[in-house]
């Protein structure tokens, strides 16, 4: 045991300390800021183009590979960057019981989000 430690004498015991894991997500909630940048341009630009057209053309318009990639890319990124960012939060403010709750939960709506959001573009687009 070093003498300038700076756990405290039961984190010692508990063997608490640094879990390693904020550098990455934190590189993560960067890495998904600087994506959604240019996505979310070029969605903002989609649903313009979209506006003047009517349901069919908008649907035939989804079904081209570009814009539905461009939408994905953006649902998939931003629900990944709203995961990370709730997970913070979580980690930040809710302790005890509740917080191995609110991690789940959090997962688990991002999850179930994404894979609504994946099957309404693949569905407007596709079918």
Wanted: overall charge positive.
């Amino acid at each position: 045991m070093t003498r300038n430690s700076f756990r405290t004498p039961l984190g010692r015991v508990r063997f608490f300390g640094s879990a390693r894991q904020g550098t990455v997500e934190a590189a993560h909630q960067r890495l998904t800021a600087i994506a959604l940048v240019p996505l979310a341009i070029g969605f903002v630009w989609l649903v313009l183009s979209l506006l003047a057209k009517d349901y069919n053309a908008a649907r035939a318009a989804m079904g081209h590979p570009l814009p539905a990639i461009i939408v994905l890319l953006f649902v998939l990124a931003g629900v990944y960057h709203m995961q990370i960012g709730v997970r913070s939060v979580i980690l930040d403010y809710v302790g005890g019981r509740a917080r191995e709750w609110a991690l789940i939960l959090n997962v688990l709506f991002a999850g179930v989000l994404g894979v609504a959001c994946v099957y309404a573009v693949l569905r407007i687009g596709f079918v």
